[in-house]
């Protein structure tokens, strides 16, 4: 499985931005899709997951209400629109493939990350 992640950059606070991941392989159909985020001197947190066949998505409390996951099959692409961006959301933003986890070492599948940079 291949991930390629893009959409990331620079923003200020109450921005929006809409990361992208493509997601290329043979195994895919059988996994989950989520969203993870490094920031500086922390350790990578889990902020959304999402089935590949749908199902219930699943959100960090850090960023529910305001990003919304979602795929497109015929695309093969996994979305984040993020919404009402705050300083703290300042990261590097990956995306997963594997089960339904919100533990990034349950992942074995990874993108290279994007930057997300949200200040005034």
């Known amino acids: 499985v291949q991930l390629q992640a893009s959409g990331g950059g620079s923003v200020q606070p109450g921005d929006s931005l809409r990361l992208s991941c493509g997601v290329s392989?043979?195994?895919?159909?059988?996994?989950?899709m989520s969203w993870f985020r490094q920031a500086p001197g922390k350790e990578r947190e889990f902020v959304a997951s999402i089935p590949w066949f749908g199902g219930t998505t699943r959100y960090a409390d850090s960023v529910k209400g305001r990003f919304i996951i979602s795929r497109d099959k015929s695309k093969n692409t996994v979305y984040l629109q993020m919404n009402s961006l705050q300083p703290e959301d300042t990261a590097v933003y990956y995306c997963a493939a594997g089960p339904l986890s919100d533990s990034p070492e349950s992942y074995t599948y990874w993108g290279r990350g994007t930057q997300v940079t949200v200040s005034s």
């Open positions: 392989g043979p195994t895919f159909r059988s996994i989950a």
